[in-house]
Antibody
Framework: EVQLVESGGGLIQPGGSLRLSCAAS????????MSWVRQAPGKGLEWVSV???????YYADSVKGRFTISRDNSKNTLYLQMNTLRAEDTAVYYC??????????????WGQGTLVTVSS | EIVLTQSPGTLSLSPGERATLSCRAS???????LAWYQQKPGQAPRLLIY???SRATGIPERFSGGGSGTDFTLTISRLEPEDFAVYYC?????????FGQGTKVEIK
């Protein structure tokens, strides 16, 4: 069974740093495309970053240069290092296992999310 | 950036009725890269449709997707009580990947 469990969220001051973790089970993180998606309180969904199985990474313009996606194969865990945090980064952060079957693409499995609150 | 505009913002319907949700893209999107998600309060989104028209695993047949180019639709043939939720479309055809703002399907 595919499971994704995010952790690492919390209250952080503007300008601070935080690292989110997404522990995976039931599959191998390094063999899959993995994404982070966030949702500000009461708002819609925003894609944040993706890491392909080959290691390529991509980011939304809103986080480029501040956030870094990575993985630890030995721990089967995906990370999101968030630096220079701003109030507008306040959101629930979800990790997702992506699917690229048959030339299509989607976020097939989702974790339950972890809340990041950026406030002084 | 490809902007996805969903309409209507809110759809008020009764159980058993048909729901038709629209997702319009600011530029053409390959059907292969259009997906629909359902989200209930306090829950993570759930994949419903990928490749514009393929149902994800375990999704009931009453959910169907269609469209091409810039106009896509999600149809729920007969609303069940558990279908009242917010629905999002997302495109993966252009960078950055973008979501629509969502359509809330509420009980009338």
């Amino acid at each position: 069974e595919v499971q994704l469990v995010e952790s690492g969220g919390g209250l952080i001051q503007p300008g601070g740093s935080l690292r989110l973790s997404c522990a995976a089970s039931g599959f191998t993180v390094s063999s899959n495309y993995m994404s982070w998606v966030r949702q500000a309180p009461g708002k819609g969904l925003e894609w944040v970053s993706v890491m392909y199985s080959g290691g390529s990474t991509y980011y939304a313009d809103s986080v480029k240069g501040r956030f870094t996606i990575s993985r630890d194969n030995s721990k089967n865990t995906l990370y999101l290092q968030m630096n220079t945090l701003r109030a507008e980064d306040t959101a629930v952060y979800y990790c997702a296992r992506d699917s690229s079957r048959g030339g299509t693409y989607s976020h097939e499995y989702w974790g339950q999310g972890t809340l990041v609150t950026v406030s002084s | 950036e490809i902007v996805l505009t969903q309409s209507p913002g809110t759809l008020s319907l009764s159980p058993g009725e048909r729901a038709t949700l629209s997702c319009r893209a600011s530029q053409s999107v390959s059907s292969s890269y259009l997906a629909w998600y359902q989200q209930k309060p306090g829950q993570a989104p759930r994949l419903l449709i990928y490749g514009a028209s393929s149902r994800a695993t375990g999704i009931p047949e009453r959910f169907s997707g269609g469209g091409s180019g810039t106009d896509f639709t999600l149809t729920i043939s007969r609303l069940e009580p558990e279908d009242f939720a917010v629905y999002y479309c997302q495109q993966y055809g252009g960078s950055p990947w973008t979501f629509g703002q969502g359509t809330k399907v509420e009980i009338k």
